[in-house]
């Protein structure tokens, strides 16, 4: 399991529609957002590939201005282990 923290960059009047379309996303949360439109994000995904092109789509969505990958953990997937 990959979890990654984002810091995404929307314009702040397409705020609102930046938000919906990234909760649309299978594996997008997003923990907060200010008024200026930026957003915590955090993505999570099944192997480094997934979480790569979800990072993509985030940063290709219409009103995103920037995305910075902010930290990235590989975790074993717990019900994998036993």
């Known amino acids: 399991m990959n979890i990654s923290s984002l810091l995404v960059n929307a314009r702040p009047e397409a705020l ?3 938000q ?3 909760l649309a996303l299978g594996g997008v949360e997003i923990h907060a957002a ?3 439109g930026q957003l ?4 999570e ?3 480094d590939r997934a979480a790569a092109d979800l990072f993509t789509k985030i940063s290709q969505q219409p009103g995103v201005l920037a995305t910075s990958l ?3 953990q590989f ?3 717990p019900d994998e282990e036993a």
């Not at 915590?40 to 993505?43: A, E, G």
């Open 16 to 18: 609102p529609q930046v």
């Open 20 to 22: 919906g379309d990234l």
């Open 34 to 36: 200010t008024d200026n």
């Open 40 to 43: 915590i994000v955090t993505i």
């Open 45 to 47: 995904a099944d192997s």
């Open 70 to 72: 902010v930290y990235h």
């Open 75 to 77: 975790e074993p997937d």
